[in-house]
């Protein structure tokens, strides 16, 4: 339980004991632990989108604006780094690593930014229409659900299966996680996208495709990104995990909002 504190506390804001971090192998433990946070994250935001106006574009605001808040724009920040270190490091390892560092934001970071808020904005408002059209919540509670949950999902992925170069960052220790542990969290992930057809016999394909294609929504994104991370640095970091966050869950609305369009 304490790799749960552990990353529920690393991913929110969610206050959570402090002693949990001092425990040996602390965050390797919490990696497993990713996914069930996505799913938490989810959960609010589902139980929040209940509660708010019909309005599709103010509800599509305010629950961005506390998606944001839960996280503490934890993910945004290593985007923001990211795409400043890509453009600026000029295809040189050392000089993008050490522009990631740098906690300065430049003109490609804010960019990256406002384009990737402005993408969840109008997924978010499109899902919540649909949503509101047919007097169910199914399209934007589907959006909200599996966004988080597979962009943490592609964490635990990135995180346990390449290399971790920044010598001394917070997630040196991540990748020693249990693999069998991290690979059962992967594969409840997985069969969590399709729930909804696990309890009827005969089944749908329309009720399966929202999770197949965030699915696949989610793989193509972490493929591309990871394998550019690859060559460019050899590895990962923390900002270009956080940066692999943002663009899994813009990935999946945006998918998503498509389909139920």
């Keep these: 339980m304490q790799g749960l504190w552990v990353a529920l506390g690393f991913l929110t804001r969610v206050p959570v004991p402090a002693a949990a971090f001092g425990a040996p192998r602390a965050q390797a433990r919490?990696?497993?632990?990713?996914?069930l946070v996505g799913a938490f994250?989810?959960?609010l935001l589902c139980a929040l989108a209940a509660c708010v106006p019909t309005s599709p574009p103010l509800a599509a605001a305010l629950l961005l604006v506390a998606w944001v808040a839960l996280t503490g724009g934890l993910h945004i920040d290593g985007l923001a780094d990211s795409?400043?270190?890509w453009i600026g490091g000029m295809g040189d390892r050392e000089r993008t690593l050490a522009i990631m560092k740098d906690p300065r934001c430049g003109p490609?970071?804010?960019t990256a930014v406002v384009l990737v808020l402005l993408l969840k904005f109008a997924a978010l408002s499109s899902l919540a229409a649909q949503a509101s059209r047919t007097g169910l919540g199914g399209p934007l509670n589907a959006g909200l659900l599996l966004a988080p949950l597979l962009a943490?999902?592609?964490l635990t992925a990135a995180l346990l299966g390449m290399p971790y170069v920044r010598e001394g960052g917070l997630g040196q220790?991540?990748?020693q996680a249990s693999r069998a542990?991290?690979?059962a969290a992967l594969g409840l992930t997985t069969l969590a996208c399709l729930m909804p057809a696990l309890d009827t016999p005969a089944v749908p394909v329309e009720w399966l495709m929202p999770g197949i294609l965030a699915i696949v929504a989610a793989g193509v994104v972490a493929f591309a990104w990871l394998r550019a991370c690859r060559s460019r640095i050899g590895g990962v970091t923390g900002d270009t995990c956080g940066a692999l966050a943002e663009m899994v869950e813009v990935a999946v609305l945006v998918a998503l909002a498509c389909w139920f369009a």
Excluded at 30 to 35: F, N, V
Aim: aromatic share 8%.
């Design 181 to 183: 542990a991290c690979h």
């Design 152 to 154: 943490r999902a592609t």
């Design 108 to 110: 490609a970071g804010v």
């Design 173 to 175: 220790a991540l990748p």
């Design 41 to 43: 994250i989810g959960a």
């Design 83 to 85: 795409a400043d270190a």
């Design 30 to 35: 919490s990696l497993p632990w990713y996914p």
